[in-house]
Structure formats: structure tokens, C-alpha cells
């Protein structure tokens, strides 16, 4: 497969970008396209990556095709106004990148930048695949289960979700959760506050009955909360993208101050610094486990074309799981797959229909609001 | 003050519960009432706690009156129906607890009964404080800054909220903050998706502006996200109570399943278990660092009367704080000053007034759903 990799964009663009593209053409089947300013690119191809052993053979690579560099000189800022930006600089990376997958110069684009920017040039230059309302950025989490990483859709692309979009993510969740993660048969879960059928807001209580009776082909296992979260017995949860982008960062958050506490506590004391060291190898275990960098980046689901977003701070290592993951996805049509299963898709009853189920499930709860939070806490 | 405890409630009723109780009772200036199944609370008051040292003289605070007991045979089973129970069940111990704070013949009620009974028992006996339009769930977490415990609400009582009761939550936290948790200038946060003041949902692009320029006497500091939660820089955060209840489920997720892999690892080798040895007393406090139960369980506020739910699985010592917030909101009379506060409230602007002002304030973003992801992942 080849991949456009947008050597721009990121905190750490060009040279963790560029030295993760070098790490995927020369480890893996796929040719690598480094898209951006030649000359900084050539500058990073210059400098050895410290951690990178052993030293991959640029000029082979560059000489065989495998790695291979587009210029140009217009790049986002991560300040910038993302759609804005992207209208504005026609030929930004990320643009760049993208018109090489609508035109089969790439099978899929990779970028560390701005996702909004990432989104709304998916959205500009490839559009959407048909009958997807809105595309969604889905982000792989880590879980207690190490082999069985979480699927969270949408994580931050659609902040007001109407319920029919919540029975598309969970589609679009499946296919990528089975073509890509490689999960035979995954579990999907609509994010709410109660694991009852009638817990939950006006939306996931439309979304539920679509979900359970109108969307043939999920395993659907019904309504999770928080605690499913990190459980490892969920493989995708859906919810709109304003939940996913709490969820997600509170995640980070919580991970990023335990480990802070962690540290504090034991280099309080001198005893406790020292009697630390020999378990060093297991607190580095630890935090490979919770490193996600290597469950790939967040595809943009719902667009024609393998598009891999990945975090502002991504390392080559980052990079390098993201164009694996960009490979299967293209290697494996998720896109063609998504739009399979969309157009077989049974018509969404009305919403009055919906209401009307609704309404009998949620008859005990309706008459007080506290009632939603009728789970034990 | 006397603070009426409902014994018959929580994971580990009543022998946790009662004990709690006895060691506020011992320990603090405040008198309990018991109330529960007088049989079932002496049994547990003759069976000593094994944590608890040095052993309260049981019988004196019986006799002093500092402890005395209410007998009732009715209770809420954590699988009832919420709303439905409390309102059959005219004499379960939540109810009577209530009553007691109605009549005037306790200052607060607590208990680690089923949130949701817990919030409808206060709404159906007490009822609401005027012009509060939904009493909220506020719950005390942990934060980075040991001394700055964050304050969450909506936690689960509203799941589908009005933008002008996030202005009531954001004024009520403000109060709680203050008079309980002993913050001066408390600092509120509305929870969006990013920090900047056009982004969010249709929610809190309303609130937004009601916050910044509607709510006199909160010291607003406009957007956070999830990153912020564990920050311990802001003091209160308000949302609805879906994102609330989520936040802080997926949160007590994150540091289980932390817990969990970081013992699995230790538990791994033998030679990491004998280096572990050492730092148990630092791995100590770090659990210490992330118990919720020293926080003093979650206020219902909005409601006329001091009224502390604490997590169902609360042990006596989780019980013993929620007793001290209690005697604190009612010494300091939180619901007298949200009373003042809320009728003190300038007249929210139509919605279409704000409306305009967001227009204005989201222009650049009105034309694309992914622009709502604008920050960098």
C-alpha cells in the first residue's frame, strides 16, 4: 500500500513524522510519500533518530520508491482556524495528501495535525461515502484486556448528534473493528449512564431501539456506562462526539495525574527512589500498556479513502502504527465495506414511532428527572 | 447538629453505616440519628469495628444522647424503582430521614442508599428551593493538588438539561465550594470540548454566555475539557448530568483498571513482589491520594435542607465524612444562601438573544459539524 504522510503536521513535525515514515518503509510491505516542505524533510532525513535501531538505509529506501517525497510549502498552523485553513491553503500537506487519495496516487493519508483540519479537508477534497450523514473520528483505547483495545466513536467530530447518526458510527465501528483490529465478533455498546435499556438522554434513548432493531449485522450489547470504559469486555462504544472527546481526554487526564502522583509519592523519599529501581522494568511495562501510540491513531470513518488521524504529540512511533493501521485499512476497503453496509441499511423508523417505544420503556422513569440516575453510585 | 443517617442503605448496610455514625458521634460535635431497623443497628453496634481504634464507648454516646436510633422496618432495595419506592414505601429509612430534616428535627440527612431514591425521597418530602429549577448531584474528586479536590455538577440527577440550569449549578457549586469545601474565590469551568469560547454543543454554547455575563458573584473561567479534570485548577465543573455521570464513572474506571494492571505487573515476578515490599507504605499513599471517601460523599443541592449522598459501597469511614459535610452545609446553611443567590439572579435573555451572540461568537465554525474538533488531538 502506499502512504501519504503528512510530514507537516504535529508537535513534532518533521522529524518524528518524517523518521516514523522511514520506520514503516523499511519494516513493513508499504511504500511511504512524505508530504511537505522538501527541504526540511531532507534536513530530518539528515539527522539519525536516536532511538531508532538499527539505523534504517535512507538512500535505499529513497532509491527504491519506497520512501518518496511530494513538496510543498504551504502548511497549518495548529492556531489556524481548521476548515478555514483548508480552504484557504489549497496545497497544505494535509490537502496534498488527500487529493492523492481521491486520485489513486496514495491508498490512504496520514496525519499528526489538527484534526479538525484533518476532518474538514477529508470532508473538502474527498467527501463523504453515500447515505454516511456525518463522518466520525473513532480513537482506539487502551483496556484492562491488553489483547482487546476499546473502539470509541465518535470521538469529537459531531458535537449535536441526531440518533440516526449514533446507528451509523456503530456500522462504521463494527467494519473497522473487524477489518482492522481483527475483532471476529465485535461487541458494540451505546455510551449511557445505567446498563438498563431505559436509562439515558432523549438521544441514546432514540438511539437504543435503533440500535437493538434496526441495524442488522452489530452484535449489539445495549446500554454501558463509564466503568465500561477501561472493562476490556466492550470492543466499540458509540456516542456522540461530544461524550467521546470528554471521555477521551478525562481518560488521558486520569492516566497522566496517577502516574504524576505515582512518581511524586516515590521520589518523596530518598528509600523509596532507591527501592524503586529494580522495578523499573515493570513500571516501563506499565506505562507501555497504557501507551497509546501503538494502537494506531483515530481513522476518520465515513469518507471514501483510508484517512488515520493521529495525536498532536505523536512520536515516530506513533506514526509508524498509524500507517500500518492507514495499510489495513486500505488493504482491507473498509471504506467500500462501510458503504456496503450503510446502503443495506433498513429505513429508521420515524421518530414518533421511536417515541412510542420509547415512551412505554421509559414509562416508570418518566415523571422525575432524578429518576435517570436510578443506578447505585 | 444533628444529622440524621440512614442505616439501612449502601453495599454495606448497616454495620459500615453504623460505625460511621458511632465515629462521628465520638469524634465530632455533631449528634447522630440512626435510622433504620432497631434490631439490625444494635446487632451491628455490639459487633466491634475492626478498624476502628480506639473503641468508641458505644453505650455512653447512647446515653449522652449523641447517638440514638429511629426505628423503621421499611427500606429501599438497590433494585427498586427509585421514585416508585419512595413513594410506596412511605416509612423506608430515606423517607424518614427526610421527614426528620423537614420537621426540624434534624439538620441534615445522609445516606449510601440508591442515588436516584435518595435525590426523589428529598424532592417528593422536602421539595425544591425557590426558583431552582432542578436540584443537582454535585460530587467531590480527587485532583492532581491534594488540597484542591475538584467539585462536579450535574453528577446524574438531570440528564437532559436547559443552559439556564447550568447556570444554577454553576451558582450552587459556587456556594457548596465556598461554605463546605472552604475554597474563597472559587473558579468555575463550564465542561466543553475545548478551551476556547466557540466551542462546545448546542448546551453549552447557550451557557456560555449566561456564565461570562448572567451570573453575578462566580468567578467564570470559561471553557475546560476533560484534560482539566485531574488538573486541580479549577474548582467547580458544570455539565449535564450525562456528561457528569459519565466523567465521573469513566474516571473511577481509569484509576481501577491503573490499579489493576500496575498490581498485575508487580504480581508477575517474584522478584518484583520482594522489591515492592519497601514501597508499600508509598503505594499506600497513593491509594490514600485517590480514595473518594475522604471527599464527604456528593450534596443534593437545590433542595431546602442539607442532604449528602455517599457512594454505595461507602464505608464507615466514608460515612464519617459525609456526616462532617453534612453538619458543615448545614452550619453554614448552604440552602438559605443558594435560596438568596438563585432569587438574586438577574432575568436570563431570551434564546434568541443568545443565539445571536453565539452566531457571532461561532461564526467561523458554523459551516462545517467536524470544525467542532478544531484543537489538536
Redesign the interface.
Given at each position: 500500500m502506499r502512504i501519504a504522510l503528512d510530514a507537516m503536521g504535529g508537535?513534532n513535525a518533521p522529524f518524528e513524522i518524517v523518521w516514523g515514515g522511514v520506520l514503516a518503509a523499511a519494516q513493513t510491505e508499504d511504500s511511504i510519500i512524505l508530504v511537505g516542505d522538501e527541504k526540511a524533510i531532507r534536513k530530518s532525513l539528515k539527522h539519525r533518530h536516536p532511538k531508532i535501531r538499527p539505523i534504517p538505509d535512507v538512500e535505499a529506501l529513497l532509491k527504491s520508491g519506497r520512501l518518496t517525497i511530494v513538496h510543498t510549502d504551504e502548511a497549518i498552523a495548529?492556531d489556524d482556524?481548521?476548515?478555514?485553513a483548508v480552504r484557504r491553503k489549497k496545497n497544505c500537506s494535509i490537502n496534498v495528501c488527500m487529493r492523492m487519495v481521491k486520485e489513486g496516487q496514495a491508498d490512504a493519508a496520514v496525519s499528526a495535525?489538527?484534526?479538525?483540519?484533518m476532518?474538514?479537508s477529508a470532508?473538502f477534497i474527498l467527501g463523504r461515502i453515500k447515505g454516511v450523514a456525518?463522518?466520525a473520528?473513532a480513537?482506539v483505547m487502551p483496556?484492562?484486556n491488553a489483547s482487546r483495545p476499546l473502539l470509541l466513536l465518535d470521538?469529537?467530530?459531531?458535537?449535536?448528534c441526531h440518533h440516526e447518526w449514533l446507528r451509523e458510527f456503530a456500522v462504521m465501528g463494527d467494519i473497522y473493528s473487524r477489518l482492522v483490529l481483527g475483532r471476529e465478533e465485535p461487541t458494540i455498546g451505546l455510551?449511557?449512564?445505567g446498563t438498563e435499556d431505559c436509562k439515558?438522554?432523549?438521544l441514546t434513548k432514540h438511539a437504543f431501539p435503533l440500535l437493538r432493531s434496526y441495524t442488522p449485522g452489530i452484535c449489539f450489547k445495549g446500554n454501558v456506562?463509564?466503568?465500561?470504559?477501561?472493562?476490556g469486555e466492550t470492543d466499540v462504544i458509540v456516542c456522540?462526539?461530544?461524550?467521546g472527546?470528554?471521555?477521551?481526554?478525562?481518560?488521558?487526564?486520569?492516566?497522566?495525574?496517577?502516574g504524576?502522583?505515582?512518581k511524586r509519592?516515590?521520589k518523596?523519599?530518598i528509600?523509596?527512589k532507591l527501592?524503586?529501581i529494580?522495578?523499573i522494568p515493570?513500571l516501563k511495562?506499565?506505562k507501555q500498556?497504557?501507551d497509546p501510540e501503538i494502537y494506531g491513531g483515530?481513522p476518520l470513518l465515513g469518507v471514501p479513502g483510508a484517512v488515520i488521524?493521529?495525536?498532536?504529540s505523536s512520536t515516530h512511533k506513533a506514526i509508524f502504527y498509524a500507517c500500518r493501521a492507514g495499510s489495513r485499512a486500505a488493504k482491507h476497503n473498509v471504506s467500500q465495506a462501510i458503504a456496503e453496509r450503510i446502503a443495506a441499511l433498513p429505513e429508521a423508523p420515524l421518530d414518533e414511532e421511536l417515541d412510542a417505544l420509547l415512551h412505554n420503556a421509559s414509562q416508570?422513569?418518566a415523571?422525575?428527572?432524578?429518576?435517570?440516575?436510578?443506578?447505585?453510585?
Open positions: 508537535d495548529m482556524a481548521p476548515a478555514a495535525g489538527n484534526s479538525g483540519a476532518a474538514a470532508l456525518r463522518p473520528i480513537t483496556t484492562s470521538a469529537g467530530a459531531n458535537t449535536d455510551m449511557s449512564i439515558g438522554n432523549e456506562e463509564g466503568h465500561d470504559v477501561f472493562e456522540d462526539g461530544f461524550i472527546n470528554v471521555i477521551l481526554k478525562t481518560s488521558e487526564s486520569a492516566a497522566h495525574a496517577m504524576g502522583w505515582l509519592i516515590i518523596s523519599s528509600w523509596y527501592a524503586a529494580p522495578l515493570a511495562t506499565f500498556h497504557m483515530a488521524i493521529t495525536h498532536g416508570p422513569t415523571q422525575n428527572p432524578v429518576e435517570n440516575d436510578a443506578e447505585k453510585r
